[in-house]
Each structure stands twice: as C-alpha cells, then as structure tokens.
C-alpha cells in the first residue's frame, strides 16, 4: 500500500518553530520531486518548497529564509523546518510526489502529483 503520512503539526505562537515529517512507505522517493504545499481555511492551495532527487530546492517568496525542506532517503522521510512562523501560514500542509521530470520552481511543482499525504494542520497565534 503506498501513502505519505505527513506529522509534526500542531499550535504554535507567533514567531515560534515547528518542523514537520512525511514518511513514504510502498514508495521510495529517491527520484522523486518532493515538495510541500499548503492550503489556508477557505484559500486556494499554495505551493511552499520544493526538493528535487539531487537536493536542489526551491521556495515560494514568503517563506523564504524562514522555512527549510530536507529530505532523508535512507529513511524515505520529507521534512519541512518551519521557523519565526507568522498567523498567514496557518494552513494544512500536505506532502506530496511528482514524477522525477516534473519541472519546479518557487516552491511549485508543474504538474499532477502522483500522491500526496492526508494534511497536517498547522496553527499560528
């Protein structure tokens, strides 16, 4: 059965930090384009970061200098550190997994994911 389980959610303050996981199984994300986006209550989903199979990344501008995306493939693990977290990123955030061609750039991926996770909802006070 393959999924991505996305964790590390929960209710922080206002310039405080959180780091979320997502771990594949059935699935190995080493070739992947790995990525992260977001969708606040009653917005359009945003894509955040970006990671592909040789590491590089990308961010949308403004999380930029705030947020880091890493990836661990001997743990088949995506995260995403999350610093000096503001109200505007309270959102759920999902994993997801693009075809290793995909094309990404400003923490977007061009493209239908091939799976992504159920969400992790983040909440900044």
């Known amino acids: 059965h393959v999924q991505l389980v996305e964790s590390g959610g929960g209710s922080v303050q206002t310039g405080g930090s959180l780091r979320l996981s997502c771990v594949a199984s059935g699935y190995t994300h080493s070739s992947a384009s790995m990525g992260w986006f977001r969708q606040p209550p009653g917005k359009e989903r945003e894509g955040v970061a970006t990671?592909?199979?040789?590491?590089?990344?990308s961010y949308t501008h403004s999380v930029k200098g705030r947020f880091t995306v890493s990836k661990d493939d001997a743990k088949n693990t995506l995260y995403l550190q999350m610093n000096s977290l503001k109200p505007e990123d309270t959102a759920t955030y999902y994993c997801?997994?693009?075809?290793?061609?995909?094309?990404?750039?400003?923490?977007?991926?061009?493209?239908?994911?091939?799976?992504r996770g159920q969400g992790t909802q983040v909440t900044v006070s």
């Open positions: 990671i592909a199979s040789d590491g590089s990344t």
């Open positions: 997801a997994a693009w075809p290793p061609e995909t094309y990404c750039s400003s923490g977007y991926c061009f493209g239908v994911y091939s799976i």
